[in-house]
Each structure stands twice: as structure tokens, then as C-alpha cells.
């Protein structure tokens, strides 16, 4: 499939050619896990067994890459499979890692229970602050991570611009794209050289299955992460990438509905009383707005707020909603509402990351948007002004 087609064609075509025995539009489930050779040796279109390769997982592994305009993508387990097999790709022990200052709870905990016992250490940076992302490097650094927009304050990093400072000390730029999708954002055009998701989230769309991926753009790299994604196994099982795959065919206009849908939120969130402060790079004065705006789309799906009273009152936020389902993950069709101090976050507690108690994070679906503008009033306790 020609990468000059738009977004919305090969996020449809892309990997999903027909079936060539049957004819079947859909690519089929392969659930297998071992496949006849042609001889010793002799692989039958590259396949030997499913760890190593399944034409399920293959046809989701080039849409992906189409979609981020890389040369390659891979299909993992979850997200934090991907992290971990670029993580061990990447890095040795001694090694040094740049990290977001708020960075998703998963990570922050892959690094700090994680890695650390291997050897690699970290530091933590404001990325959205270049200077602050040059003066967070040291000789050992091998790796910058981003998350644009990030979990859960949707902090806004100008990727070209790190990725300068990447180039220029000869490390590697990781950019998390999950909040943004590849619909919104292309991080390997502006300059990253790995691309991170979460495919359980807007991906897959449907709060039904959970896998992650990485994408890359040089064909040394891919060849490596390959290996270790075979070598460590955390793939994507078949039926997992088969639904991601069927999720990623209606990612453009699901986006668009999230991207209306969260506007409105937003905008009602700053006009309500018991709302001290909106984090949405949508709004003018988000301190990120004009950079999203440069290298995004649209503004995604995503929306925190801190409300007056503090912890227990955000809580009972959560709590008091109906139509927005108190629970983790995000980027489904319905909408989600949660505290990360207590929730996604937990691991953050007492740490540079940790998120601040009053914080409330919304993953607003693609319902009719009145509704859920009427449960967060009533949510909040009272009208808007």
C-alpha cells in the first residue's frame, strides 16, 4: 500500500490485503502456533511458528507502520511489553534515560523498579522545557522519553525541537504517542526514532483488548527490536492483534468525535466554579497550545481538571459520575473518569512524579456530548456559570 495515500485509506487498507485462498476482505485469525515447512529449512512465507511471526500479527505490524510512516512496526502483549523490549534493545547497564516529570505510572515504575535493578539509571526532566531536557543529559545518556501529550497533565513537548537536542548528543528520542494516536500526531516525521503505544487505547478504540507497539524508521533498529521482540516473546497473540487491527479502520473518525466531544468538556470545565484548573492543550492559554497546535491534528480525547477541595472532593467527583465509568485505561468509545492519585498513578506517590491529589482524568468517549456535559455538572455538584 503506497504511502501516499491519506491517513483515513491506509489506516482501512494498509496490511489488510484479501485473503488469497478465499477471497476474504478481512484478514483471517490465524490461531496457530506452528506451520508446515517445505523441507528442512524451507520456511512457507516466512512462517515457523507464531512467536517468531503470524500473518495476523504481520498484517497489523505493517498497518502500523504506514500509519506512523516508519519502516517498520512491531506488535506486542501490552504497551509496557514495548517498553520493556525497547528498553532492553536500547540500553545496557550503566546506561542513563531522560524522563518526562509526568510521566504514565507504568513507565515511571518499569524504570524505577524495573530497569534500575539492571542497571540503567534515570532522570527526571520537565520536557516541555528544552533547555531543561539539555541540562538533564550526561555522558551516559542513551535514550530522551517523551509522552506528548503526557499522562495524566497533558503536558505538551515540542518533539522537533528535542529531537535537535537528541541529534546533537547522539542519543535516541522515544516519543509515547498513545493520547495523541497516529491520526493527531507522527512523531518519526518530526524527528523521534521510536514510537510508543499503547494499543489497548484509541488503537483499538473498544475497552476490548490490550497490546501495545513500536515503530520505527531505521531498518538497523527494526532489525534489533525484532530479535529481542522474538527473543523476549511478549507478542501480540492473534486474535488481540486481529482486534486492533478491525479498531485502527475507524481510528480517523473516532478521533474526530473525541476531539469535538473533549472541546466542549473543556470548555464547560473552565466556566465551572468548583473547577481551579482545566489541562487541555485545546485552550488558548494551556501553556502548550500553540506547540500542539504546530505538531498535532487536533487535541485528542483527553481532559484533567483539579477541583476545589482537594483530594476527597475529587474523589467524589469520580464517584458521583454515571455516564462517564469510574476506571482505568482510556481511548475507548465510552467515556471514563478517574482520580491517577489513587488509580493509574498510585506508583507515583511520594516521587517527582507524583500528580497532585485534587487532579481528575477524563477520557471523554464519543457519547453524545450534552450527556456528558450533564453528567459532570451534576457530577460536580451543581451548575455551570
Not at 501480540?236 to 473525541?258: E, S, Y
Not at 497532585?356 to 457519547?367: K, M, T, Y
Request: glycine residues 12%.
Amino acid at each position: 500500500m503506497s504511502d501516499q495515500h491519506s491517513f483515513e485509506t491506509l489506516a482501512i487498507h494498509a496490511g489488510n490485503t484479501a485473503d488469497p485462498l478465499t477471497g476474504a476482505v478481512v484478514p483471517p485469525i490465524y490461531q496457530v502456533s506452528t506451520y508446515k515447512q517445505d523441507g528442512v529449512g524451507g520456511l512457507r512465507g516466512g512462517y515457523e511458528y507464531s512467536r517468531s511471526a503470524n500473518p495476523t500479527r504481520t498484517a497489523l505490524e505493517e498497518n502500523l507502520a504506514a500509519l506512523e510512516g516508519g519502516r517498520r512496526g512491531l506488535a506486542f502483549a501490552s504497551g509496557l511489553a514495548a517498553e520493556d523490549c525497547l528498553l532492553r534493545t536500547l540500553l545496557t547497564p550503566g546506561d542513563h534515560v531522560v524522563i518526562p516529570n509526568d510521566a504514565y505510572g507504568g513507565t515511571f515504575r518499569l524504570f524505577a523498579k524495573v530497569a534500575s535493578r539492571w542497571g540503567v539509571d534515570f532522570s527526571v526532566a520537565d520536557t516541555s522545557d528544552v533547555a531543561a531536557v539539555r541540562a538533564a543529559l550526561t555522558p551516559r545518556t542513551k535514550v530522551i522519553w517523551v509522552e506528548t501529550p503526557s499522562n495524566p497533565l497533558l503536558g505538551i513537548t515540542d518533539i522537533a525541537a528535542v529531537a535537535g537536542v537528541a541529534r546533537q548528543a547522539g542519543v535516541r528520542l522515544v516519543v509515547d504517542n498513545t493520547f495523541a494516536s497516529p491520526y493527531l500526531q507522527q512523531p518519526l516525521a518530526l524527528g523521534a526514532d521510536v514510537v510508543v503505544h499503547s494499543t489497548t487505547k484509541y488503537m483499538g478504540g473498544h475497552s476490548d483488548v490490550v497490546g501495545g507497539a513500536l515503530v520505527v524508521g531505521d531498518p538497523d533498529l527494526a532489525d534489533e527490536l525484532a530479535f529481542h521482540q522474538n527473543a523476549m516473546g511478549a507478542v501480540a497473540g492473534p486474535f488481540d492483534a486481529w482486534l486492533v487491527l478491525r479498531g485502527i479502520k475507524t481510528l480517523a473518525v473516532r478521533m474526530d468525535r473525541h476531539d469535538g466531544n473533549a472541546t466542549k468538556v473543556a470548555d464547560m470545565l473552565t466556566r465551572h466554579p468548583k473547577v481551579t484548573q482545566v489541562l487541555y492543550p485545546g485552550l488558548p492559554e494551556h501553556p502548550g497550545h500553540e506547540i500542539a497546535a504546530k505538531q498535532m491534528k487536533a487535541f485528542g480525547g483527553m481532559v484533567s481538571f483539579r477541583v476545589e477541595g482537594g483530594e476527597e472532593a475529587a474523589v467524589e467527583v469520580c464517584n458521583r459520575a454515571k455516564l462517564f465509568t469510574l476506571g482505568e485505561s482510556l481511548g475507548g468509545v465510552e467515556s471514563l473518569i478517574e482520580h491517577p492519585g489513587r488509580m493509574t498513578h498510585a506508583s507515583t506517590a511520594g516521587s517527582l512524579l507524583e500528580v497532585p491529589a485534587d487532579l481528575v482524568r477524563l477520557s471523554v468517549g464519543i457519547e453524545n456530548a450534552d450527556d456528558l456535559l450533564a453528567d459532570l455538572t451534576q457530577a460536580l455538584g451543581g451548575s455551570g456559570k
